[in-house]
């Protein structure tokens, strides 16, 4: 994106503190995310991927924004296959009492949620691997992903409570019940240009599940491969950046 021209920021969210447990995905908004942008000189564009799609949509239902929009963003949970719920709700309720000692949700735990959902697709990833000439290009980039995949930092106790209890479990936001501070979160209430990329291939993130924004840019890809693989930069990024152009970014 800044190749391209852009002016364009990389949201770190850290490292969650001791003080962060109770923190939940509308404090990471309130808290957090429009601290920040409230130091820009001007509105940003907002583009999110994955759960910061979620939390980019909070953010600009509460504060003007230029435009936004998500990347595999998950929003109507009722989108999901509902095997693939019962399987996270499963999950979270043995793990819960544990993240909840620790204060922390461990990346292994959101993992190991999305390898339950095709664990047939995780083991026949590393088998192709398996095969894969030691010293290769192809080796490298596996490599390089599964480290960025699994390399992520915890999500605070709260934030993950809030994830699989309340959006997973109950359908939060796309039932229009999550709020921050006293405002529902509602896509329809945005004020700016918008848009949704969807992935057609995608189980963490169904297409279904994605916000119904203004446009809608439907992706053959999955979930990691819209972003960073082979086809991303023609199929993703090059579209993405000009619609930002478009609306001035």
């Known amino acids: 994106m800044a190749a391209a021209g852009h002016d364009a920021w ?51 239902v509460l504060r003007t924004m230029k435009a936004i929009a998500t990347i595999a963003a998950p929003w109507d949970f009722a989108g999901f296959p509902d095997h693939d719920r019962t399987e996270i709700g499963a999950l979270w309720n043995r793990a819960k009492p544990l993240c909840d000692r620790l204060g922390y949700v461990p990346m292994e735990v959101l993992q190991s949620g999305f390898w339950a959902m095709d664990p047939a697709r995780t083991i026949r990833k590393y088998a192709a691997f398996a095969d894969t000439a030691p010293g290769s290009d192809a080796e490298r980039a596996f490599l390089a992903v599964e480290d960025w995949a699994n390399g992520g930092p915890p999500l605070t106790f709260a934030a993950g409570d809030d994830l699989f209890a309340k959006f997973y479990a109950d359908n939060m936001s796309g039932n229009g019940d999550w709020t921050i501070g006293e405002r529902h979160i509602d896509p329809s209430a945005l004020n700016c240009p918008s848009l949704s990329v969807r992935s057609t291939t995608d189980r963490i993130v169904p297409a279904a599940s994605c916000p119904p924004l203004s446009e809608i840019l439907n992706l053959p890809l999955g979930h990691v491969g819209m972003v960073v693989g082979g086809m991303a930069r023609e199929r993703l990024w090059h579209p993405l950046s000009a619609w930002l152009s478009t609306h001035g970014g």
Not at 26 to 51: D, F, N
């Open 10 to 60: 990389l949201v770190d969210w850290g490292t969650p503190q001791p003080g962060d447990t109770t923190l939940g995905l509308a404090g990471h908004v309130s808290e957090r995310l429009l601290p920040m942008l409230a130091h820009l000189p001007r509105p940003p564009i907002l583009v999110g991927y994955c759960l910061g799609g979620t939390l980019a949509l909070g953010a600009a």
